[in-house]
Nanobody, 118 residues
Framework: QVQLVESGGGLVQAGDSLRLSCAAS????MGWFRQAPGKEREFVAA???????YYADSVKGRFTISRDNAKNTVYLQMNSLKPEDTAVYYC????????????????WGQGTQVTVSS
């Protein structure tokens, strides 16, 4: 099973930027999800090994997902952060099917907290 190690969360102010990283132990399609207190885990972005990308409407134009295949690492560059982006962010790997569906990912990272103050 693919192992994932995340890094890069923190506390920032509205309008600031953060970059999350997720290192995988193998070659795989990957995604980012987030979960705010009291809410379900929701899709944020995903990237295929081919480089094809997918985004939630709420982050389009502000977040960019990218990958370095030589390092098996995926990045989530988050710009113009808003308080409503506050959540624990999880990377996930090896989806079998739609990248939007959290239930079809086979591996998950430990999560990293992102807090955006107003």
């Amino acid at each position: 099973q693919v192992q994932l190690v995340e890094s890069g969360g923190g506390l920032v102010q509205a309008g600031d930027s953060l970059r999350l990283s997720c290192a995988a132990s193998g070659r795989t399609d990957m995604g980012w999800f987030r979960q705010a207190p009291g809410k379900e885990r929701e899709f944020v972005a995903a990237i295929r090994w081919s480089g094809m990308t997918y985004y939630a409407d709420s982050v389009k134009g502000r977040f960019t997902i990218s990958r370095d295949n030589a390092k098996n690492t995926v990045y989530l560059q988050m710009n113009s952060l808003k308080p409503e982006d506050t959540a624990v962010y999880y990377c996930a790997a090896d989806p079998i099917g739609s990248v939007y569906d959290k239930n079809i990912y086979h591996a998950w990272g430990q999560g990293t907290q992102v807090t955006v103050s107003s």
